[in-house]
């Protein structure tokens, strides 16, 4: 699993990369944490090269959203391959994100909010 | 690849129970798997699945602290690709789980990419959870011009002095068979298996379906009758797959069928076959009555409401109810056997009207206890395309209501619409708890002899699932007596 993250205006993007199974979920769980405990609660995260996802990992990004709405924040989700979307529409985490298909337009989500 | 026995894994490995091993596994199923024939979704789907599995076994299988081991085997089925997940940790636990949350997310996952889940128990040799997937086999739809497809209806009955030629099925045969079924039904058949020529073909090369055909004197085919069995020797299997050409109705074919493959089947020594007839029509109980079978039992909505079919985007309807028959080939071991008192009689009726040799006795002179030693062990198998369950008690303990209790709360979770637990009724001990588990929400459906070593009582329990009773049609007084039973018995 690869984790960059960069910042755009006030938005920090975490682009993910890999599989993310029981094994990475802590890696990804650390980092978002340590992100949103440092008061960077407005994320977006870009899955384009995330090829692999369990619930293991769809927890991490729950328990991330919930940290990110009591800090004020949010969690936006981008660029999701089919077989990643597939698996957020059947757990019913699709109603929970906002989702959007590209990197731009997630971080355009913040402004309008 | 062919050679390796179907009972047999292709590759297996054993690991340390943690989770940083998580990645090996999923590497070990993608060499496997993909050499197998499985790719990109399906082979994600598989892979999600198994995770799933060995999570569970990692978080709950061993004592904190403790050293456990566990395995993933790899295993080519007709059609199908089974991963199986065993460990030999602390018998399961079903405490442990005991919140929707904690288990939910990762079961509906397993729901939605799996295409059946079987939680086995292996006693002593521990637990073994096995995941199958089917093969992505082409179904009839690339085998078929449009040309076919659009002559599919309307034709002109055929005169039945035409001669047909009735032999047994050939695995080449199976495309053959995919059309006259697309012919007939369109996608609307009620097994979905037979769209598939290479999974039917597989099956009919391991033994597990034995088919025969009807074929007009252009060598089209036109009429099918199957039996399948669960495994190669099994001493019963369910008669099925029956189609008739709609131009060649009224030619006594399926009659002329069945009674073929009954023969068939008899002179191997099968000691009987049982069925699942549809109630919407009573043609095809009919047809199996004419040839020996009798009513065992009625399931409630047993057939989705879809035929199953994925591709038929129709509006849901209700599901419908099926009769449980089964015909008498050969003379069966005489059983001992001890229904519950409430039940007694109309089980002593369904011996009675399939000639059955059993004896009803009273458990209270036998005397058996619940062993307090051991844990109830209860075998699951989930049809994610039927949206049914089954429960198979192995062994009964001091905890099998509540275990029953968790389970049923599990597939109820997962939405499965039907849940049946079947109960043998050569144990003493089914008298005792039958009740118990018709308190949970269960309820009387009918008798499977030889099901699973010796007969099996079979209850059902209906998931928020709405059904008619009033549209189920059945052929015969004693058919009517047990459908009247059935209902009281769901009060």
Known sequence: ?????????????????????????TEVEKKLDSLIESGQNRLVINLENLEYIS???????????????????????????????????????????????????AVSGFSQT | MDTVPEDQPIARISLTAKVEFLPAVSSFLREIAGKLGLTGNDLAQLELVTEEACMNVIEHAF??????????AILRKPGKIVVA???????????????????????????????????????????????????????????ISEEEKNRAVSLPPVPEDISITIRPMRPKDSIDLARCVYRCYGYTYANPDVYFPDRVKELLESGLLISFIALNPDGEVIGHVSVRKEYADAPIGERGQAVVDPRYRGHGLLNKLIKTVVEHVTKRGMYGTYGEAVTVHTYSQKAALSMGAHETGVLLAFTPA???????????????????????????????????????????RIYEINQLRRNVADATHT?????????????????????????????????????????????????????????????????????????????????????????????????????????????????????????????
């Open chain 1, 1 to 25: 699993m690869d984790m960059v993250d960069k910042k755009l205006d006030s938005v920090n993007v975490l682009s993910l990369s890999g599989r993310l199974d029981a094994y990475s979920a």
């Open chain 1, 55 to 105: 619930s293991s990992g769809l927890r991490v990004f729950l328990a991330a959203l919930k940290k990110a709405k009591k800090a004020q924040g949010d969690v936006k989700l981008a660029c999701m391959k089919p077989f990643i979307k597939e698996v957020f529409d059947i757990a019913g985490f699709s109603q929970l994100f906002s989702i959007f298909d590209t990197q731009d337009a």
């Open chain 2, 63 to 72: 004592d904190p602290g403790e050293q456990g081991y566990f395995d993933v």
């Open chain 2, 85 to 143: 997940v065993e460990d030999r940790g602390l018998p399961f636990d079903f405490r442990k789980f005991d919140t929707a949350q904690e288990s939910g997310l990762g079961v509906i996952l397993m729901k939605a990419f799996a295409s059946e889940v079987y939680f086995l128990n292996l006693g002593r040799g521990g637990k073994r959870v096995e995941l199958v997937k089917n093969l992505p086999y082409k179904d009839v739809d690339a085998y």
């Open chain 2, 306 to 348: 879809t035929m199953l079919f994925k591709k038929i985007q129709e509006e849901r309807e209700q599901r419908q109810a099926a009769l449980l028959l089964y015909t008498r080939l050969n003379q069966e071991p005489q059983r001992d056997v001890y229904p519950p008192y409430h039940h007694r009689t109309i089980i002593s």
């Open chain 2, 367 to 491: 005397k058996k206890a619940v062993d307090v030693s051991v844990p109830s062990m209860v075998d699951v198998q989930v049809q994610t395309d039927a949206n049914r369950a089954f429960l198979l008690i192995k062994q009964y303990g001091t905890d099998l209501e509540a275990l029953v209790k968790f389970r049923l709360r599990e597939l109820c979770l997962r939405k499965i619409d039907c849940i049946y637990i079947d109960m043998p009724l050569s144990d003493p001990l089914t008298p005792k708890f039958c009740a118990s588990l018709e308190m949970l929400g269960f309820s009387f459906a009918g008798v499977i002899p030889e099901l699973s070593d010796g007969d099996a009582l079979r209850l059902q329990y209906l998931n928020n699932v709405y059904f008619n009773p009033d549209s189920i049609q059945v052929a015969t007084d004693f058919g009517k007596e047990l459908l009247e039973y059935v209902l009281k018995a769901r009060g």
